[in-house]
């Protein structure tokens, strides 16, 4: 049983065909990051398999069950902030918990402790407004990992950061994740990214979406790098370039595509 099953997933606004007739299947425990050209409809795929968005067509299945409303088996990270900011750091990650009928008390604590984790130790009284984006991306993290979810959907979770932060929290989102998010199995994650070196560090395949109009997968590559991963030191690797080359190779050309429609509307 596939952890998400995309299968012929239409999506159409209108006269538009964002999504035509995509097919993916990601299996449990794996990392699997969607790349392509810009609004190809990558969103739009995470979104299927958010439940918050339904196919005109076709069908979305999250652990052998179709996903007919929001997905309570999925954590989403956003790529904006998501942080209440009236709320401390330690009271925004205690907040799914206590929507979910945890006493506020052992809320807190079960934060406390998820903030240790990712990196925020004694940071749990400040608000967004005193966090810088990083401390504020690690916030995030927590604020989804607290529930344990079986399955993450990252929606360019990085993209606002500095180069610097970015590689450590990219090595942090690995180190969590290979030790299983807390929650001891390791969590399957559907990533979206523009940033074809973020990919390939990260993930154990990575899917190319083509241009739009009417996107689709149309290729997909596994990643055959050696676990555990430092995403700076491994870019530097043969086996990295002739990885990147490959998938360039494919991607190049969707780009272009995309590129003259731009120039010639």
Not at 157 to 167: H, I, K, N, Y
Request: aromatic share 6%; proline share 6%.
């Amino acid at each position: 049983m596939s952890a998400l099953e995309f299968r012929d997933a239409v999506v159409r606004f209108g006269d538009a065909t964002i999504l035509g007739g995509a097919s993916l299947a990601v299996e449990p425990g794996e990392f699997v990051s969607v790349v392509g050209p810009t609004g190809c409809g990558k969103s739009t795929l995470l979104n299927l398999a958010a439940g918050l968005l339904m196919p005109s067509s076709g069908t979305v299945r999250s652990l052998g069950k179709p996903v007919a409303g929001v997905n309570r088996e999925a954590g989403y990270l956003f790529q904006g902030d998501s942080l209440m900011p009236w709320r401390s750091a330690r009271d925004n990650v205690a907040a799914g918990p206590i929507f979910a009928g945890v006493g506020k008390a052992e809320a807190r604590a079960q934060a406390e402790a998820w903030l240790e984790r990712v990196g925020l130790h004694g940071a749990g009284h400040k608000y967004p407004h005193q966090m810088s984006g990083g401390m504020r991306k690690r916030a995030q993290l927590a604020q989804t990992l607290i529930l344990d979810p079986p399955i993450l959907l990252m929606d360019e979770p990085f993209s606002a950061l500095d180069v610097q932060t970015r590689l450590m929290m990219e090595n942090e989102l690995l180190a969590l994740w290979q030790g299983g998010g807390g929650g001891g199995a390791r969590k399957t994650v559907l990533f979206i990214t523009h940033d074809l070196e973020e990919a390939i560090s990260l993930s154990d395949r990575v899917v190319v979406l083509s241009a739009g109009p009417s996107t689709r997968p149309i290729a997909e590559f596994a990643i055959d790098l050696p676990r555990p991963r430092d995403v700076a030191e491994i870019r530097h690797t043969p086996a990295f370039q002739t990885t990147h080359a490959r998938i360039w190779d494919v991607l190049r050309d969707e780009v272009l595509k995309t590129y003259r429609r731009g120039v010639a509307a």
